[in-house]
């Protein structure tokens, strides 16, 4: 296994951040698939509705966070063996990702915010969020809504994509290039970086 220079692995904190994210979007996946197949209206769609809600903000403030410590705390190099254009297409994908874990969250606070319903947000039931100004009082507001809502879909599947092809590509290095691409992301194992 070819090993990253001095065998560099990600921080503790960034590999806490990549897999606690990792979960919540793919569970964020999973209920949003599941609740669109709900009977609309119901009791328990209007609950998977806010229980969405309250997960895309969690996602928006957790990638916020995986940010502001990535700012701080450069990754580990990417393996000699790489071709300039497998780094580009690793940073970009990276960039990518980051972008749709900010945009996803805040196109569907958007919608949620123009909706004509006007439904409060109560994160987890608990805790109240405003609604992005501006986005009330358009002549057809159910027209801005629904192209909000449409937005929001295209970019989740984007992302799912874009996760896929991730995955892919961890696998790759891991099974048939036998780098340590995804061992320095995996908890439990070797040294941390800073």
């Known amino acids: 296994m070819e090993r990253s220079p001095q065998g560099a ?19 964020q996946f999973w209920l949003g698939f599941h609740m ?5 209206g119901s009791a328990e769609q209007f609950a998977n509705f806010q229980l969405h809600k309250s997960i895309g903000i969690t996602i928006l403030m957790l990638t916020a966070l995986r940010l502001a410590w990535r700012l701080g705390h450069r990754p580990p190099p990417l393996p000699d063996h790489m071709s300039r254009l ?3 297409l690793a940073v970009t994908s990276h960039h990518g990702l980051y972008l ?18 006007k439904l409060p947000i109560l994160l987890y039931s608990r805790l109240p969020w405003p609604h992005i100004p501006g986005l009330q009082g358009f002549a057809d507001q159910k027209a801005v809504a629904d192209g909000l809502g ?4 295209i970019l989740a599947i984007l992302m799912l994509l874009l996760l896929l092809v991730h995955v892919a590509a961890a696998l790759r290095h891991h099974l048939l290039l036998k780098d340590d691409i995804l061992i320095r992301m995996l908890p439990f194992v070797g040294k941390r970086g800073p």
């Not at 669109?36 to 609309?40: A, I, L, Y």
């Not at 749709?100 to 319903?117: D, E, K, T, Y």
């Not at 449409?150 to 879909?153: F, I, K, L, N, Q």
Request: aromatic residues 8%; glycine residues 6%; positive net charge.
């Open 150 to 153: 449409e937005t929001h879909e």
């Open 36 to 40: 669109t197949g709900q009977k609309p």
């Open 86 to 88: 497998e780094r580009r």
């Open 100 to 117: 749709l874990m900010f945009v996803i969250p805040l196109s569907g606070w958007a919608l949620v915010s123009a909706s004509p319903l």
């Open 9 to 27: 692995r990600y921080s503790s904190v960034a590999i806490l951040l990549h897999w606690l994210i990792a979960l919540v979007i793919i569970g």
